[in-house]
């Protein structure tokens, strides 16, 4: 019997496996990206949590809740179902036997298929430095990524012009990207970061030293007391990221999991994102059920500065900028004005069902900030410190799941309360339930949070969702969530306290795990200003924008997969007429197992009204490079990414994409303006791996 159920957990690894993995970590970025809306956007830590996994997956006999918990794959409750399953009848035999778990079902088991497995070795308990450094990989990538077509700020003017205007660029045309790291496993990694945007200076100007931005990083995780230690460059991720959460982190999706934050306290910083981490060091204690948490961070940051008219050496800061771009003068001078200085610790509680955790975290600046005052910015951050308290907890029993944190900030303008609360319930393996209710007051203030919220800001707002996930046979199953929130005080574009709803249905057919069929309606209502505004006062209208997408994915064979998506957005308002927006796609992949060759193509055909009915749409891309364009108005694109590997120890991509225009003879505006109809991109990357 043994024999058997290992044999039909092999065939059902080595079946699918491989596309499995992209397939997951790709719905995980869009998880992300769709919240953000945004082109620009490091998904690097994110990323490597799955690839490292993917390379050394997790025994499900051996790991503990919060490895299980860092994978971001499974609700409390599974976890806890299998460590009692564990505890109860022992070690698993085989994959295959997960389905004897109450809250497991088959999508959920083949979603940590490609992530987990079962290793009868004994753990390697003792580790000489050695030894560590033989078995560690070191990976260094080496990326360009030039500008194919001229755009304006680039044009040769005289250094007396570049010095006096921001609408022209000091550097070249070309990205560059360099890394190199060592990681054991999760035990330890060090390795430095350096990265130089199109339109900054290279070993000249304002960069003498080389690229623009460096980051450096040395960690070490495992022991029985000193859990993890960070030096150099960090991340921190605590409680539900009200009031400390230094990376990005998942919204409103289709999969209700990602509604719950999952910390993990100290991780080590490896993208290049200029503002969302730590430089310092950061160390966690373990003692019995407890872990304490100490952390100290200084660095720059960029800023825009002005002189007091009544005080002669006293200066404001008068806007943050966390954009990380040195092109142009006032770009430049914007660079590290700013010292920030940040510190904090955490105290957690954790047993087999509870998990409570306390933390302070204070701020500084070396310069009160001082923002242009407008009615709706008048409870944003102002001074020069800041100090937040929370609290969190999490609670599982049995087949429910409550999690939340409270938090207050207070400086010596403002101080404000914010709190989160939610529930997960699995009924049985077909239906899963999850409410969540939060409430942040606008006088709330802390630099680094990622609240569960409707804005960009763990600020001004309060909603209640609620979302479930129904398997409804073997290959339909449906999720869905409803979102209500609303504004007390004013928003950057919205003169007045507002509300809005978002509702989301998504069914799914998925008949086998070569074909998946699902369609999606979303539909967002939010309140702005009306545009353009008909008298002295400005109103507040409804804009009611509603998405319908269908998406194939279809796996040929074994070596090939189709996946094709049509999506149409429509946008109302009472002051404007209806726009609309088409995007229609085909991607095709070829993997082949025995050859060194893969690649992936995309063909995309769109027509959109405006800008504000752009529709963004995840491209493959290099390893840690992250395409997320934005289609609007009307034209084409096509992009071709393939990969070449020399043995197991050197990988090298292209990838060459463009956009072609039908109802444009120039692209972009300012600096950034393209004469003519077409936008190229092209991304070369090599890594060498040993």
Same mark, same amino acid.
């Given at each position: 019997?043994?024999?058997?159920?290992?044999?039909?957990?092999?065939?059902?690894?080595?079946?699918?496996?491989?596309?499995?993995?992209?397939?997951?970590?790709?719905?995980?970025?869009?998880?992300?990206?769709?919240?953000?809306?945004?082109?620009?956007?490091?998904?690097?830590?994110?990323?490597?949590?799955?690839?490292?996994?993917?390379?050394?997956?997790?025994?499900?006999?051996?790991?503990?809740?919060?490895?299980?918990?860092?994978?971001?794959?499974?609700?409390?409750?599974?976890?806890?179902?299998?460590?009692?399953?564990?505890?109860?009848?022992?070690?698993?035999?085989?994959?295959?036997?997960?389905?004897?778990?109450?809250?497991?079902?088959?999508?959920?088991?083949?979603?940590?298929?490609?992530?987990?497995?079962?290793?009868?070795?004994?753990?390697?308990?003792?580790?000489?430095?050695?030894?560590?450094?033989?078995?560690?990989?070191?990976?260094?990538?080496?990326?360009?990524?030039?500008?194919?077509?001229?755009?304006?700020?680039?044009?040769?003017?005289?250094?007396?012009?570049?010095?006096?205007?921001?609408?022209?660029?000091?550097?070249?045309?070309?990205?560059?990207?360099?890394?190199?790291?060592?990681?054991?496993?999760?035990?330890?990694?060090?390795?430095?970061?350096?990265?130089?945007?199109?339109?900054?200076?290279?070993?000249?100007?304002?960069?003498?030293?080389?690229?623009?931005?460096?980051?450096?990083?040395?960690?070490?995780?495992?022991?029985?007391? $000193? /859990?993890? +230690?960070?030096?150099?460059?960090? &991340?921190?991720? !605590?409680?539900?990221? #009200?009031?400390?959460? %230094? *990376?990005?982190?998942?919204?409103?999706?289709?999969?209700?999991?990602?509604?719950?934050?999952?910390?993990?306290?100290?991780?080590?910083?490896?993208?290049?994102?200029?503002?969302?981490?730590?430089?310092?060091?950061?160390?966690?204690?373990?003692?019995?059920?407890?872990?304490?948490?100490?952390?100290?961070? $200084? /660095?720059? +940051?960029?800023?825009?500065?002005? &002189?007091?008219? !009544?005080?002669?050496? #006293?200066?404001?800061? %008068? *806007?943050?900028?966390?954009?990380?771009?040195?092109?142009?003068?006032?770009?430049i001078a914007k660079k590290d004005a700013l010292k920030e200085f940040i510190t904090g610790a955490s105290i957690q509680f954790q047993n087999d069902f509870l998990k409570l955790g306390f933390q302070g975290v204070y701020l500084r600046y070396d310069q009160p900030v001082q923002l242009n005052?407008?009615?709706?910015?008048?409870?944003?951050?102002?001074?020069?410190?800041?100090?937040?308290? %929370? *609290?969190?907890?999490?609670?599982?029993?049995?087949?429910?799941?409550?999690?939340?944190?409270?938090?207050?900030?207070?400086?010596?303008?403002?101080?404000?309360?914010?709190?989160?609360?939610?529930?997960?319930?699995?009924?049985?393996?077909?239906?899963?339930?999850?409410?969540?209710?939060?409430?942040?007051?606008?006088?709330?203030?802390?630099?680094?949070?990622?609240?569960?919220?409707?804005?960009?800001?763990?600020?001004?707002?309060?909603?209640?969702?609620?979302?479930?996930?129904f398997k409804l046979s073997k290959a339909w199953s449906i999720n869905a969530y409803t979102d209500v929130f609303e504004f007390p005080w004013m928003k950057y574009g919205v003169d007045g306290p507002s509300k809005g709803h978002e509702f989301l249905i998504q069914p799914i057919y998925k008949?086998?795990?070569?074909?998946?069929?699902?369609?999606?309606?979303?539909?967002?209502?939010?309140?702005?200003?009306?545009?353009?505004?008909?008298?002295?006062?400005?109103?507040?209208?409804?804009?009611?924008?509603?998405?319908?997408?269908?998406?194939?994915?279809?796996?040929i064979n074994k070596v090939l997969t189709l996946k094709s998506r049509a999506e149409w957005v429509s946008i109302q308002r009472e002051s404007q007429s209806k726009e609309q927006g088409l995007l229609i796609t085909q991607d095709v992949a070829y993997k082949p197992k025995s050859f060194p060759?893969?690649?992936?193509?995309?063909?995309?055909?769109?027509?959109?009204?405006?800008?504000?009915?752009?529709?963004?749409?995840?491209?493959?891309?290099?390893?840690?490079?992250?395409?997320?364009?934005?289609?609007?108005?009307?034209?084409?694109?096509?992009?071709?990414?393939?990969?070449?590997?020399?043995?197991?120890?050197?990988?090298?991509?292209?990838?060459?994409?463009?956009?072609?225009?039908?109802?444009?003879?120039?692209?972009?505006?300012?600096?950034?303006?393209?004469?003519?109809?077409?936008?190229?991109?092209?991304?070369?990357?090599?890594?060498?791996?040993?």
């Amino acid at each position: 019997m043994k024999q058997r159920l290992f044999i039909l957990s092999m065939l059902l690894c080595l079946n699918f496996l491989a596309q499995e993995r992209s397939e997951i970590i790709q719905q995980r970025i869009e998880f992300i990206s769709e919240q953000l809306e945004t082109e620009n956007i490091d998904l690097t830590n994110l990323l490597e949590q799955f690839n490292f996994y993917i390379d050394n997956p997790i025994d499900l006999n051996k790991s503990s809740r919060e490895t299980l918990n860092d994978l971001g794959l499974l609700t409390d409750i599974q976890i806890s179902d299998l460590l009692v399953h564990r505890k109860i009848h022992g070690k698993l035999i085989s994959i295959y036997e997960l389905q004897s778990l109450k809250f497991w079902d088959l999508e959920t088991i083949y979603l940590v298929l490609p992530f987990v497995t079962l290793d009868e070795r004994l753990d390697r308990l003792h580790l000489t430095f050695k030894e560590a450094m033989r078995e560690g990989n070191f990976d260094w990538f080496l990326r360009f990524q030039p500008t194919i077509e001229r755009k304006a700020g680039y044009a040769d003017v005289p250094d007396s012009l570049l010095e006096q205007s921001s609408k022209y660029y000091y550097g070249n045309a070309h990205k560059y990207y360099s890394r190199f790291r060592y990681a054991y496993k999760t035990n330890i990694s060090f390795g430095i970061t350096a990265e130089k945007d199109a339109g900054e200076s290279f070993f000249r100007g304002a960069q003498k030293n080389g690229f623009d931005f460096y980051s450096a990083h040395a960690f070490y995780k495992g022991g029985k007391y $000193l /859990k993890s +230690i960070a030096l150099g460059d960090y &991340q921190i991720q !605590l409680g539900q990221g #009200l009031n400390l959460w %230094s *990376s990005y982190a998942f919204g409103k999706s289709s999969d209700i999991l990602t509604m719950k934050r999952n910390p993990v306290s100290i991780k080590p910083y490896t993208s290049v994102d200029e503002s969302r981490f730590f430089r310092g060091a950061a160390i966690n204690l373990a003692y019995k059920n407890f872990d304490f948490l100490l952390f100290s961070s $200084l /660095k720059r +940051i960029d800023a825009s500065g002005i &002189q007091d008219s !009544l005080q002669e050496n #006293l200066e404001f800061v %008068s *806007s943050i900028n966390l954009s990380g771009l040195h092109r142009t003068h006032s770009e430049i001078a914007k660079k590290d004005a700013l010292k920030e200085f940040i510190t904090g610790a955490s105290i957690q509680f954790q047993n087999d069902f509870l998990k409570l955790g306390f933390q302070g975290v204070y701020l500084r600046y070396d310069q009160p900030v001082q923002l242009n005052p407008r009615p709706y910015n008048q409870f944003y951050f102002s001074g020069d410190n800041c100090l937040s308290l %929370s *609290s969190d907890y999490n609670y599982v029993y049995r087949n429910l799941n409550v999690f939340g944190e409270v938090s207050y900030s207070m400086n010596d303008n403002h101080s404000g309360l914010a709190m989160l609360h939610g529930a997960l319930l699995a009924i049985d393996t077909r239906f899963s339930l999850g409410l969540l209710y939060r409430d942040y007051d606008e006088a709330y203030q802390t630099m680094y949070n990622a609240g569960f919220s409707e804005g960009s800001r763990t600020q001004n707002e309060n909603g209640l969702y609620a979302g479930f996930k129904f398997k409804l046979s073997k290959a339909w199953s449906i999720n869905a969530y409803t979102d209500v929130f609303e504004f007390p005080w004013m928003k950057y574009g919205v003169d007045g306290p507002s509300k809005g709803h978002e509702f989301l249905i998504q069914p799914i057919y998925k008949p086998n795990k070569a074909f998946e069929l699902y369609a999606r309606f979303r539909e967002q209502l939010r309140q702005k200003n009306e545009s353009p505004s008909t008298g002295v006062i400005t109103n507040v209208e409804n804009v009611l924008q509603r998405n319908f997408r269908i998406n194939i994915s279809n796996k040929i064979n074994k070596v090939l997969t189709l996946k094709s998506r049509a999506e149409w957005v429509s946008i109302q308002r009472e002051s404007q007429s209806k726009e609309q927006g088409l995007l229609i796609t085909q991607d095709v992949a070829y993997k082949p197992k025995s050859f060194p060759l893969s690649f992936n193509v995309r063909y995309a055909l769109f027509d959109t009204d405006s800008y504000s009915t752009r529709i963004y749409s995840y491209e493959n891309n290099a390893l840690y490079v992250f395409s997320i364009p934005a289609y609007y108005f009307k034209g084409s694109r096509c992009f071709l990414l393939a990969r070449y590997s020399f043995g197991r120890s050197i990988d090298l991509w292209v990838k060459y994409g463009f956009f072609l225009y039908n109802d444009r003879d120039q692209i972009g505006s300012g600096a950034e303006q393209i004469q003519g109809d077409r936008k190229s991109d092209l991304t070369i990357q090599l890594r060498l791996s040993f």
